[in-house]
């Protein structure tokens, strides 16, 4: 999870990702971010997140998004 909080601090070295649930809700993360995300977490993971999992509750929290990681490598 410690490379996955590194490639947020990217985006916004501000945030507290360790505490933060509202990424998306609070607008920390917008639609470019999130594209961001997607192409730095799929290179770093070596996984694919499909478009039925880019929802709202999977990048709301460093934690939720590690979980969806984690789920995805393990498929």
């Given at each position: 999870m410690d490379k996955l909080i590194d490639i947020?601090?990217?985006?916004?070295p501000e945030v507290d990702y360790a505490t933060c649930t509202t990424l998306?809700?609070?607008?920390?993360?917008d639609s470019f971010?999130?594209?961001?995300?997607?192409?730095?977490?799929?290179d770093?993971?070596?996984v694919k997140i499909p478009a039925s999992e880019i929802?709202?509750?999977?990048?709301?929290?460093?934690e939720a998004l590690w979980a969806l990681i984690e789920?995805?490598?393990?498929e």
């Open positions: 947020l601090k990217e985006l916004h998306v809700d609070d607008k920390i993360l971010d999130i594209v961001s995300l997607i192409t730095e977490v799929s770093e993971f070596d929802v709202p509750e999977n990048f709301n929290s460093a789920k995805l490598m393990d």
